[in-house]
């Protein structure tokens, strides 16, 4: 692979920008892997590179029934944060912001991670002792977080109207560490640098079947032939109940449509990211100059990534209240990706029932920020067995009655 | 646009008129069922890739819960039915049976 640097950027400028290689190749798929992972989206990439990287397993297949990054890795709000109550997720979520800090060195690859802040808004009582304890939780979990005033969040968000007559701003979460990056460039990265240590990633590949022999897993049928495997990790989102099923278990998780929209370019008016859980919004500001906003998701089970309008318009109809100039903005497109939802808003990354296949799944509506601490984890648990940062978030956790209760705990969008 | 007619009041209701209740025809698992049983109950839902049978409540009209026979990949709604059944009836079955031959759902054909 030839690094990106700015010799290299020199160096092309004099010739026609001739020399640039491919990103990542595209070859066949040989008969045997010793991972198999599925999905080549953020998770399953950072999963497979970290495989590589912390324990020298190369010989790894990344496949994906559509494109590379094509699911919900190239259809969120690319908001990154830690600022969870629970200690698990606060563990997880904290080590993918702190990845994300070097990730562009890491991967010689610009992810654009901006860390421009993340305000959460208190505009109830019961958010104002919400998100109090939350951040009183985040300082014994070591994730830099503060409770801020209304006077400190109109000085950080200039253009924010505090004193709305529903919902007026009472104080906000403020973590100065949160931000965003940019998401199509953290698949691209991750499968850059996969591809580099020999990792073979096979786009327009879908997999239809799952061989287990004797209790443990042999390989997968696919579009493109059967492939065998030592190891399956499953990284699908929204199509892990399917996926599961090909290989004889069940996941109690539902897939449902969360949408997201962007208004058309406008100067620069925010330099942070704003959350308002309590009416359901959340908007951020592109470097091309577009709002990107995001709300709730849909209530029924949806594979189609589309959503319904009318949790668009409750979504914007709520922000023009605390954010008066969004009224006069036109919208320019909205999209909708297939977000897997668990019973208590938490994922699961765990061993399955069946031998040497390990699921990653139930990110719900928190999948991007996680990416990097969701794959390093992954990566030890699919080498060693075990991973401190991922036992928590076990299938079996539904049966014990251990949740990691997010949404009813922090009453969070995610 | 989601739209469903309630089988109470007959009215074509847009989404917004309605709140999705998830998975229709749940069997009951209490005291006296073994923990696999109530697991089961409490968490695992069926979430096929296809055709779905879902409880849906006319929230802003008649305000009566009712079944609806939907595919989840195209959003195109089979029919909808009474809440007081067990099962889906057989009008509604055949109804889906024309148009996704060979549908199955939990142990129903």
């Given at each position: ?14 010739r ?17 892997y010793d ?62 912001r ?60 200039p ?9 007026p ?10 931000g965003?990056a940019?998401h ?124 319904s ?22 919208m ?69 009655g ?10 969070v969008?995610? | 646009?989601?739209i ?79 809440a ?13 049976s ?12």
């Amino acid at each position: 692979m030839k690094r990106y640097s700015v010799f290299a950027v020199a160096r092309e400028a004099l010739r026609y920008h001739s020399g640039w290689e491919r990103a990542w190749r595209s070859p066949t798929a040989k008969r045997h892997y010793d991972v198999i992972i599925v999905g080549a989206g953020g998770h399953g990439l950072a999963t497979a590179y970290y495989l590589g990287k912390n324990y020298g397993i190369t010989n790894v297949a990344v496949i994906e029934k559509g494109w590379l990054g094509g699911g919900n890795t190239g259809r969120n709000t690319t908001i990154i944060r830690s600022n969870y109550l629970q200690d698990p997720s606060a563990a997880i979520y904290e080590k993918a912001r702190g990845l994300y800090e070097n990730l562009s060195q890491d991967l010689n690859f610009n992810v654009m991670f901006s860390p421009r802040g993340v305000l959460m808004l208190a505009q109830t009582q019961h958010e104002i002792r919400g998100y109090q304890r939350t951040a009183h939780a985040n300082a014994l979990q070591g994730v830099k977080t503060e409770f801020v005033s209304p006077q400190r969040v109109k000085e950080i968000v200039p253009i924010i109207n505090l004193d709305g007559p529903r919902y007026p701003v009472l104080g906000a979460l403020w973590q100065a560490r949160g931000g965003t990056a940019r998401h199509d460039a953290v698949a691209w990265g991750y499968a850059r640098a996969c591809s580099d240590m020999g990792m073979d990633i096979i786009q327009q590949c879908e997999v239809t079947g799952v061989r287990v022999e004797g209790g443990r897993v042999a390989g997968v049928d696919t579009s493109k032939g059967p492939i065998d495997c030592d190891k399956l990790g499953m990284l699908v989102a929204g199509n892990a109940s399917v996926l599961s099923e090909m290989a004889g278990f069940r996941l109690p998780m539902e897939s449902v449509a969360l949408q997201a929209l962007v208004s058309e370019p406008i100067k620069p008016c925010m330099d942070v990211v704003v959350m308002a859980n309590t009416v359901h919004g959340y908007m951020s500001q592109s470097d091309k100059g577009e709002m990107v906003i995001g709300g709730g998701t849909d209530g029924f089970n949806n594979y189609t990534q589309r959503g319904s309008f009318h949790h668009i318009e409750e979504t914007v109809r709520a922000l023009i209240e605390t954010f008066p100039m969004v009224s006069r903005l036109k919208m320019l497109r909205q999209w909708g990706g297939i977000v897997d939802v668990t019973g208590d808003r938490s994922p699961i990354i765990s061993k399955t029932p069946v031998g040497n296949v390990f699921v990653n799944c139930g990110w719900g509506t928190g999948g991007f920020k996680s990416i990097p601490g969701s794959g390093w984890g992954m990566a030890e648990l699919m080498a060693t067995g075990h991973s401190s940062l991922t036992e928590a978030f076990t299938i079996d956790r539904f049966k014990e009655g251990q949740f990691i209760d997010e949404s009813v705990a922090a009453g969070v969008a995610h | 646009m989601l739209i469903l007619e309630c089988p109470y009041c007959g009215v074509k209701a847009e989404e917004s008129e309605l709140h999705a209740g998830g998975e229709a025809h749940l069997k009951r698992f209490g005291p006296g069922s073994s923990d696999a049983e109530f697991h089961d109950y409490l968490f695992m839902r069926k979430n096929p890739r296809g055709v779905h049978f879902e409880r849906w409540r006319h929230i802003n009209g008649c305000g009566k819960w009712f079944h609806a026979a939907r595919c989840t990949t195209t959003l195109e709604v089979f029919g909808t039915y009474s809440a007081q059944t067990l099962e889906p009836p057989q009008a509604i079955r055949d109804a889906v049976s024309a148009k996704r031959p060979g549908w199955s759902w939990r142990d129903l054909k």
